[in-house]
């Protein structure tokens, strides 16, 4: 067992873990974040993508000891003081999503997207979710939404009344 | 209850050393995509993990017009997808690394352990297969070598090799005693098999600390293609990778390595022969395609593989000419 | 309770909106609100309302199974067998009992959701039920986390007498083949439809036949049909085995206590997983309380408890503690349902006018272990052909019980009579659309219904621009398909919606349905804010728990169609009680109240009115609280099999697909899907074309992509995972044009019916009449890899 330190959504934590746990098994079952699923355990399905200093990765391929001195962002950070991320609200507004399962990981990709490259196409959503797994179907409006998000978030930076 | 002991190595010395003071239960990682399958699989079941990450020596992407390319092993396949020199200088590369796995993989993976991962067939990922220490399953290879397939169908699970191998890539390892090598790629990759802990010329205490690329000319022409069923993300049907120096015109000499087709990446000598000396048209391109597949031996369940490589050399070939 | 037989006679207007609309007179309940008008005049049904519990879920609040965590709660982890057919011979759990951290450890002694022999003597003296699959489940062990309980697993040893194995469906079908059951066997249906025949023949591994599917049966005689015909084909059809995948594997957390058991599913169906843990436990129903907060997808396999529900109760009552059992995805694969596949021999007879003469269906399928693995309804029920004949055989086999799955059989079934169809089009050279003009002629609204979807779909789809096959000359050739799809128009036997308006104005409404992703809260919050003139997100919906009154099943499409009628009806009665109170203080008629957009005031006189808030404090009431059943169709149905009552009328679409053959790689992409459906009204157009899109999607990767492939030698699925069982990943998505028609059958107070599983029906027979218009080439195989692709381009010509 090890000692482990790790900031998550900004706030640090102190676990004791088994070397060979995976980040995605700290959120879930020492902190209690469950917004971060399971979908595969093996990195095809990205479920569980969380943000590690800002890049996306597959937290059930992650081994938590990898995470000691990086900022975790997982889908309970995302909103800040209750205030949707754009991407979220988007989801919302135009029903990205059926079951729900897939949507944490999903809306975690999609918004390091629009933040990234708030003029993404729709050939760069479709790249930024190609490794997600939504069974449910819910892409076409994953890809409005997160275009639409996209759009919302460049209005915002021109705009400042303009 | 399993202990894993875990320890961040400072330096490749001090991991060279700890891999050699127990070959069997202490096992490298660097960005651990291969590892942690492996061990969640049941494959592997390490007592110590030497952690790589913290080596700065293993990091960096250093381009020279001169001498060439060198990776450190850490690179991940993100850093390479991105980089602009490499998109520049070697696209094939570039394109392969972007073309593996999924974006969350991409960020984690390196370049290293992309070499070293084992292989993707359905029977060797398995527990109950494993444990019998032999492949089982040739007959449903569907997705297996279809050249030098006697001894073994299952292929080399690294796309980015199949370009690097086009490049005349090289690695670079370092074992006891500051001892270090360098490996031609395609004498270092070896056929999957069962009964060996790596597929790779990697002996146990040894670190792979980079990987090396010779300088590109001026007259280059490069192009990667990984057919898959589906475009999100997939393993590959077959990969192909063309590396073309021209001169008026003309072919002066050609690199051609396809993969997922044979044990280790192969390459294309016959369809090389094709195309030196000549003007590429639809027709050359496709004669040089015709040529390697020659002497094909599928499985009744892969020959479908056979008319599809031949397409992806066609297409390649004449991707790296537009 | 609100329960009379008095029924009235009303004229309304039945029919599709845009198209035609017919007076028609109907009995319905006196207790029941006035029809409904079209959608167009309507607030809140029919409108695009955001789903009402998206917000949980964006924000990973949503809680599932999967989720719940207990104070004290155990990780229970199952031991699955690793051979495919065996007797057990002994089981030693003694090292994994003695594992740090293990609380309990259990044997199953029986095995649910497989085929029981219909004579159990047969196998009563065996220790262990036998070994039928690798992956079945045999025991569990509970421990304090995960990691002790898989390690404890590791431990348990099975020493395993081998019998020889079968896991292949012509394999199977051979006299000399292993037989997987000694005896016949029987199936019962889950309330999400699945199960067999019962009674039927059995000789070796082949069960059957079973003739006709779902209250069809065949008709009038097929070799005078044949007869009759100028042209007859005859066609083989193969379909493969697709697993469910929902994105949250089945789960269960079990709670035992002296008084009572309280399980959190991840479930279709809440009822079902407290029926069958009753009846296994021995229980009084009213004992055991069922828990779905949110279920990750389900697609017709989470019914019942299960063996990992069983076991995680087993463990529970051992260890005197909540036990979680979640499966991994490799069980979740192997070991709880798949689409059986199908091998269809399918002769059909027609004039030269198009006039259909004779259908003749010889199929087989394999569920593996389960038995029902036919291919649907189709054949009889679509199209009025005078001469129909299906037989069916399931075939056993050593691999995992398959369950149902968006739209049962029928997928199977449309692949292969839509193709057929279309084939023979070809044949008499005649438009596969003209062809449906001429035989789609039922007396039913999925009919009617149909008419006015191929027009539309024509034209959305650009119809006309069709060339003939394999018009390209290159080596991407691009062509375009129809099919027509049918389910069965199905509602929910019993099914009760309560509704509570508080002193405060706030408003409640409650439901034991659950969700999986189809939007059970948000219909049901819709029809009840429409009757008092609210916004859906003014009503609070609570679902998912068994003590509140019995709603259905999220399978066979009938969520909708079940719970909206109740749930109207029931807020009816509490507005009109309400109506009542709050009439006197506008000087009004309580007939005369009306509750429009959050305002309640006498007729002509909205000036005058108040809140909906205000007028529920000026009441001065506590609580109004009205129950209203889901009564039966005004028209009655034409079956009821257990609480599954089936309509004579239908739903289904038209779908037209787009697609691109690479000839020289044998990728096949479909570019676009012009999907046109109907579900009777549309109560929420967003969420219709959210199943839309899910139900291409799942076609398209039932038609391209998905298989499961199974060791010979083992019987293990090798392909347990997601990275090599094949889905439809963004970058397959095509571009999807949904356009839902509004019609009015006047069956109920709300006029809903389903789109979960007719969207599914006929993508994949669509893609493959496309295939053929590109390529010239028939691909009767699925799925349409570059292997079969390939296949199918070398055979010599259309014909087989
Ligand atoms: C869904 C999915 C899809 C994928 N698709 C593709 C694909 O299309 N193409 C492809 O090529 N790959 C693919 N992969 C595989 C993935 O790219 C590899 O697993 C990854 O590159 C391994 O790199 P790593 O750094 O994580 O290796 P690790 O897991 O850390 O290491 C792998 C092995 O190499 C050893 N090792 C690593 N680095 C060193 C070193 N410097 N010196 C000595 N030993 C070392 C380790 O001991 C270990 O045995 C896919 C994986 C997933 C999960
Ligand atoms: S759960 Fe991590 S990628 Fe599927
Ligand atoms: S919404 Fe259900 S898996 Fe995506």
Not at chain 1, 46 to 51: E, F, I, K, L
Not at chain 3, 207 to 212: F, K
Request: hydrophobic fraction near 40%.
């Amino acid at each position: 067992m090890m000692e482990l330190s790790l900031t998550v959504n900004g706030r640090p934590f102190a676990v004791h873990v088994d070397p060979a746990t995976t980040l995605v098994e700290v959120l879930r079952d020492e902190l209690g974040l469950t917004g971060t699923k399971i979908g595969c355990d093996r990195g095809a399905c990205s479920a569980c993508t969380v943000w590690l200093d800002g890049e996306v990765v597959a937290s059930c391929m992650t081994f938590a000891l990898d995470a000691r001195g990086k900022q975790i962002t997982t889908i309970e950070g995302l909103a800040k003081d209750e205030q949707l991320h754009p991407v979220q609200q988007a989801f919302v507004d135009h029903d990205a999503l059926q079951c729900g399962f897939c949507t944490p990981g999903m809306v975690m990709s999609c918004a390091h997207l629009v933040e990234r490259n708030p003029a993404c196409t729709l050939d760069d959503v479709r790249g930024a979710v190609s490794g997600h797994l939504c069974r449910c179907g819910a892409y076409p409006n994953i890809f409005k939404a997160t275009l639409a998000a996209a759009a919302a978030m460049r209005q915002r930076k021109s705009g400042g009344g303009t | 209850m399993s202990t894993l002991q875990w320890i961040d190595a400072k330096s490749v010395d001090e991991a060279v050393a700890l891999l050699s003071a127990d070959a069997h239960g202490t096992i490298a990682k660097a960005g651990g995509m291969d590892l942690l399958d492996l061990i969640k699989e049941g494959i592997v079941a390490p007592t110590r993990i030497v952690n790589l990450q913290h080596i700065d020596a293993l990091r960096g992407v250093q381009f020279a017009q001169a001498t060439g390319l060198r990776l450190g092993a850490l690179t991940t396949l993100a850093e390479i997808a991105g980089n602009s020199s490499i998109r520049e200088r070697y696209p094939a590369l570039a394109e392969a690394a972007a073309h593996a796995a999924t974006p969350q993989i991409r960020n984690a993976a390196t370049i290293g352990g992309n070499l070293l991962q084992r292989p993707r067939c359905w029977y060797f990922r398995n527990e109950l297969f494993h444990a019998a220490r032999q492949e089982v399953g040739r007959e449903q290879a569907q997705y297996g070598a279809i050249f030098d397939n006697s001894k073994t169908t299952m292929v080399h699970a690294s796309t980015p090799a199949t370009a690097l191998l086009a490049y005349g890539a090289s690695v670079h390892v370092a074992g006891k005693s500051g001892k270090a090598r360098a490996i031609a790629l395609s004498d270092f990759l070896l056929p999957p098999d069962f009964n060996r802990p790596r597929d790779t010329a990697l002996a146990n205490d040894e670190v792979l600390t980079h990987v090396s690329l010779p300088a590109i000319g001026a007259n280059t022409r490069a192009a990667y293609h990984k057919q898959t069923e589906r475009d999100s993300y997939d393993w590959p049907i077959c990969d192909v990778a063309v590396v073309l120096t021209l001169a008026n015109g003309k072919v002066e000499a050609a690199k051609i390595v396809a993969g997922a087709v044979a044990p280790v990446p192969r390459r294309l000598t016959a369809s090389e022969k094709a195309l030196v000396g000549r003007e590429i048209d639809e027709s050359v391109a496709a004669e040089a395609a015709r040529a390697a597949v020659r002497g094909a031996t599928p499985t009744e369940k892969n020959s479908y593989k056979v008319p599809i490589l031949e397409t992806v050399i066609r297409r390649t070939i004449l991707a790296a000419m537009a | 309770m609100s329960t009379t037989d008095q029924r009235d006679s009303r004229t309304v207007l039945t029919g599709i909106v845009g198209d035609s609309l017919q007076p028609i007179a109907r009995n319905i309940p006196t207790d029941e609100p006035p029809e409904l008008p079209p959608n167009a005049e309507l607030r809140v049904i029919g409108k695009p309302v955001n789903r009402v519990d998206a917000i949980p879920k964006v924000t990973g609040k949503a809680r599932y199974t999967y989720d719940v965590q207990l104070p004290g709660m155990l990780y229970g982890r199952i031991v699955s067998s690793t051979v495919p057919h065996a007797r057990i011979k002994s089981i030693d759990t003694s090292a994994a009992e003695a594992y740090p951290g293990v609380k309990a450890v259990h044997i199953l002694d029986r095995i649910l959701s497989i085929a029981q022999l219909r004579d159990a003597s047969a196998e009563a003296n065996e220790r262990y039920p036998l070994v039928r699959y690798n992956g079945q489940p045999i025991a569990a062990v509970a421990a304090t986390s995960m990691r002790a309980a898989k390690a404890a697993a590791k431990l348990v040893r099975i020493e395993y007498e081998r019998l020889p194995h079968v896991t292949n469906l012509e394999a199977a079908m051979r006299d000399d083949a292993p037989v997987v059951f000694p005896g016949p066997v029987e199936q019962a249906a889950t309330a999400g439809g699945g199960g067999a025949p019962p009674g039927l023949p059995q000789k070796g591994n082949l069960r059957g036949p079973a003739r006709g599917g779902l209250g069809g049966g065949g008709r009038g005689d097929v070799q005078q049909g044949f007869a009759q015909a100028d042209h007859v084909l005859s066609r083989e059809y193969r379909t493969q085995v697709q697993t469910h995948t929902p994105m949250e594997t089945h789960g269960l957390v079990a709670d035992w206590r002296d008084d009572e058991l309280t399980l959190y599913a991840s479930t279709q169906f809440t009822l079902s997983v407290r029926d069958e843990a009753a009846q296994l436990f021995q229980l009084p129903k009213e004992k055991v309380r069922v828990i779905s907060e949110f279920t990750g997808g389900g697609f017709g396999a989470k019914f019942g408890i299960g063996n990992y529900g069983a076991l995680a109760i087993h463990l529970s009552r051992k260890a005197r503690a909540p036990v979680r059992v979640v499966l991994d995805r490799r069980e979740e694969h192997a070991s709880v349902g798949n689409r059986p596949s199908s091998l269809q021999r399918v002769k059909l007879g027609a004039k030269s006018d198009g006039t259909v003469t004779a259908l003749q269906v010889e199929s087989f399928g394999t569920g593996g272990v389960a038995a029902g693995a036919g291919v649907g309804f189709c054949h009889t029920a679509m199209y009025p052909f005078p001469n129909v004949s299906t037989e069916h055989y399931d075939v056993f086999i050593d691999a995992g019980p398959s369950a149902a799955f968006r739209a049962p059989g029928q997928v199977q079934g449309i692949f292969a009579l839509e193709q057929v169809l279309d084939e023979m089009a070809h044949e008499l050279g005649m438009d596969p659309l003209a062809l449906r003009e001429k035989i789609d002629t039922n007396d039913v609204d999925d009919a009617r219904a149909r008419k006015v979807e191929r027009r539309i779909g024509a034209e959305r789809a650009g119809w006309s621009r069709r060339r003939p096959p394999a018009a390209d000359s290159g080596p991407v050739k691009r062509g375009i398909g129809v099919a027509q799809s049918q389910w069965a128009y199905i509602v929910h036997g019993t099914m009760t919606c309560e509704v509570r308006i508080r002193g405060d104005g706030s408003v409640i409404a409650l439901t034991s349905a659950q969700d999986i992703g189809t939007g059970t809260r948000t219909v049901m919050a819709q029809t009840v804010a429409e009757e008092l003139g609210l916004r859906a997100e003014d009503v609070d919906t609570r679902i998912g728990d068994s003590r509140y009154p019995a709603g259905p099943a999220s399978g066979g499409s009938r969520v909708t169609s079940s719970i909206t009628p109740a749930a109207r009806n029931a807020t009816y009665l509490a507005a009109r009680d309400l109506a009542a109170r709050v009439a006197p203080s506008l000087g009004a008629k309580p007939d005369e109240i009306l509750f429009q957009d959050g305002r309640v005031f006498a007729r002509g006189r909205p000036d005058r009115g108040m809140t909906f808030v205000e007028a529920c404090k000026k009441a001065s009431f506590d609580e109004i609280v009205q129950r209203a059943d889901r009564r039966e169709d005004y028209d009655g149905y034409r079956a009821k099999l257990g609480d599954l009552h089936i309509s004579r009328h239908g739903i289904g679409g038209v779908q037209f697909a787009e697609v691109a053959v690479d000839t020289e790689t044998g990728v096949v992409k479909v570019e676009r899907i012009v999907a046109v459906h109907d579900c009777g009204r549309p109560i929420n157009p967003k969420l219709i074309e959210s199943q839309i899109y899910g139900g291409v999607i799942q076609g398209v990767s039932y038609a391209l992509y998905e298989e499961r492939h199974l060791d010979p030698g083992t019987g293990l699925q090798l392909n347990a995972n997601i990275d090599q069982y094949k889905i439809v990943g963004s970058r397959e998505v095509p571009k999807i044009e949904v356009h839902v028609i509004e019609q009015l059958g006047r069956q109920s107070s709300t006029d809903a019916r389903g789109v979960a599983e007719p969207a599914n029906v006929a993508t994949a027979a669509a893609v493959a009449n496309a295939f053929f218009n590109a390529t010239g080439k028939r691909i009767r195989t699925l799925p349409m890899n570059p292997a079969n692709v390939l296949a199918a381009l070398r055979a010599d010509g259309g014909r087989s």
